[in-house]
């Protein structure tokens, strides 16, 4: 009987045992699957961190594109607004510089008027004391494109001749009343 329960402790034990190292193999397993899973979701996360650290970098290329190309398009907006105050700035250099003429020009003529009306004056004076000063009322190309052009249309009697082209023309026939009433022509 001791034996028989030796025996029996000994298959219990036995039992137990590998009870225990099935335990520890499990363990033993549950923890390498663990490590396996852990260096698994590490390989997971670089790769996710790799594919948006290359999106972040295609996004910061992409920007940096987009300054590139606004500065230089930018630059050639100046270009050419640079271009267009050049030439409007050499226009109206070109402009000033015909009115300086023509007010050179007008001032020659005024000077000769001007002398021609203080020797008159200087005559007129000692001939007759009444008359102070005369005026000259020429009209000049100068004197037309300072002022207003209707005014210096009429002034000039453009506006007449511009009624008198509209103005029905009337025309002197001689016309021959038995020949209409007959209705013979000539």
């Given amino acids: 009987n001791e034996k028989v329960e030796a025996k029996e402790e000994e298959k219990v034990e036995v039992k137990e045992n590998e009870k225990v190292e099935a335990k520890e193999e499990e363990k033993v397993e549950v923890k390498e699957n663990e490590k396996v899973e852990a260096e698994e979701e590490k390989k997971v996360e670089v790769k996710e961190n790799e594919k948006v650290e290359a999106e972040e970098e295609k996004k910061v290329e992409v920007k940096e594109n987009e300054k590139v190309e606004a500065k230089e398009e930018e630059k050639v907006e100046v270009k050419e607004n640079e271009k267009v105050e050049a030439k409007e700035e050499e226009k109206v250099e070109v402009k000033e510089k015909e009115k300086k003429a023509k007010k050179i020009d007008f001032n020659e003529n005024d000077k000769e008027n ?14 007759d004391k009444k008359i102070i000063k005369t005026k000259s009322t020429k009209i000049t190309q100068e004197t037309i494109e300072l002022t207003d052009p209707k005014a210096v249309a009429e002034a000039l009697g453009l506006n007449k001749k511009k009624q008198e082209e509209d103005a029905p023309k009337e025309i002197e026939e001689e016309i021959d009343i038995e020949a209409i009433e007959t209705g013979r022509k000539k």
């Fill in 114 to 127: 001007s002398n021609s009306i203080n020797q008159k004056d200087s005559v007129a004076e000692g001939l």
